[in-house]
């Protein structure tokens, strides 16, 4: 059974620091996605990690992910209030193309809160 | 483009009463559909995924059922709702192959009462 854990689970940091988030997933999948949720809102889609040493970067958020050591790090670079938000890395536990196990496995998320 | 609808985004339903929650995606064809619950504070829990019409996963025992009577409908039913049934339910779809991911409805906010 896929599990997916990230780290830390709760994240308060003064603007203008670096941090890191990270996710590790337990089997060999090699598609990875990171999500923003903002409170009480659905999930709005952050970066599509589509394989070993993808590094997909948007502003101050960058993603990566190792397929090898079945981990993924969202680096948080000069915070700023507005990143306040959770932030959700999913796996996918399907086999490729028209697989007959087709599931997104998200992690617990990571709440992270900036302060001014 | 492709969309997802989900409705109602908003619900408050007394312990006992069945619940129907719809979700419709436009502008794909075939996708796969997920049902996922978040309570209070916490993850998502995935309920139900179907890669096709009539073929449903259930990813945990409990009184909700899910059906896709047409490709891009999914519906998520219980016929006596319990106070634990609380929750916020998304809907979300993905393209076969899911290298784009997952994208998701609105959500809808269920309180049982």
């Known amino acids: 059974e896929l599990k997916v854990e990230q780290n830390p689970l709760f994240l308060s940091m003064q603007e203008g620091k670096n941090y890191t988030i990270y996710c590790n997933y337990s089997t060999t999948s090699d598609r990875l996605y990171w999500y923003r949720q903002d409170p009480g809102k659905s999930l709005e889609s952050l970066f599509v990690l589509l394989s070993n040493g993808a590094v997909k970067q948007e502003g101050r958020l960058m993603a990566s992910l190792d397929t090898k050591a079945r981990l993924s790090t969202l680096h948080i670079t000069a915070a700023v209030h507005d990143l306040s938000a959770t932030y959700f890395c999913a796996v996918d536990d399907g086999e490729r193309g028209w697989g007959r196990d087709d599931k997104i496995i998200f992690g617990k998320g990571t709440r992270l809160h900036i302060l001014p | 483009s492709q969309t997802i609808h989900q409705w109602p985004a908003t619900l408050v339903q007394p312990v006992g009463s069945p619940l129907s929650l719809e979700c419709t995606v436009e502008?794909?064809?075939?996708?796969?559909l997920y049902w996922y619950r978040q309570a209070a504070g916490r993850g998502l829990q995935l309920l139900f995924y179907?890669?096709?019409?009539?073929?449903i996963s259930s990813e945990v025992p409990q009184n909700l059922s899910a059906s896709r009577p047409q490709d891009r409908q999914f519906i998520l039913s219980s016929k006596k709702l319990l106070l634990s049934d609380s929750g916020f339910y998304l809907c979300?779809?993905?393209?076969?192959?899911?290298?784009?991911?997952?994208?998701f409805g609105q959500g809808t906010r269920l309180t049982v009462v």
């Open positions: 179907s890669v096709g019409i009539g073929q």
């Open positions: 502008g794909t064809s075939n996708p796969n």
């Open positions: 979300a779809w993905s393209v076969r192959g899911k290298v784009r991911g997952a994208f």
